[in-house]
């Protein structure tokens, strides 16, 4: 990693954000090739420790555009690698009891890491007052969760 691309990182000035997450994930994150930032930031919307599945999340990248035919692989193909590429990065955490590695969750500082960075783009609200504040016209997902409320 180039030591000269860190310093001059915007990580540095994001007071906010450092108080959440440490520095070292989102260099992690910062490093990634744009196709697996936008896999990592989709698994962001599951809920926390919620079981995602290799199926599931391979069809769901392939029906949002992450995938890009290269020719010699399906998409579906291209999805796995890119799933396999997230377990390898330790970005995602393989279910021991799956040997397979077809389940997988996502740890909690990544989660939040990958939250913050789409909090700031407005495609994310974590609750239900923030609609009516948050521009709905950049909203291109959405993921509901009820979880410790009555």
């Known amino acids: 990693m180039d030591w000269e691309k860190v310093l001059r990182s915007d990580l540095w000035k994001m007071a906010e954000f450092n108080k959440k ?3 070292v994930l989102y260099l992690s994150y910062e490093d990634l090739p744009s196709h697996l930032k936008q896999c990592f930031l989709h698994c962001s919307l599951y809920p926390n420790k919620a079981d995602m599945y290799r199926k599931d999340l391979t069809r769901l990248w392939v029906a949002e555009g992450f995938t890009e035919e290269n020719g010699e692989l399906s998409m579906e193909e291209i999805a796995e690698g890119y799933y396999e590429d997230l377990i390898w990065l330790n970005l995602l955490q393989v279910d021991p009891t799956f040997v397979d590695g077809s389940r997988c969750t996502m740890h909690d500082l990544l989660r939040s890491l990958a939250q913050s960075l789409i909090h700031g783009e407005g ?3 974590s609750d239900l007052q923030s609609l009516n504040t948050n521009p709905l016209n950049k909203l291109r997902r959405l993921s ?3 979880i410790g409320r009555e």
């Open 21 to 23: 997450v440490p520095g």
């Open 123 to 125: 495609v994310y609200v």
């Open 144 to 146: 509901t969760s009820n």
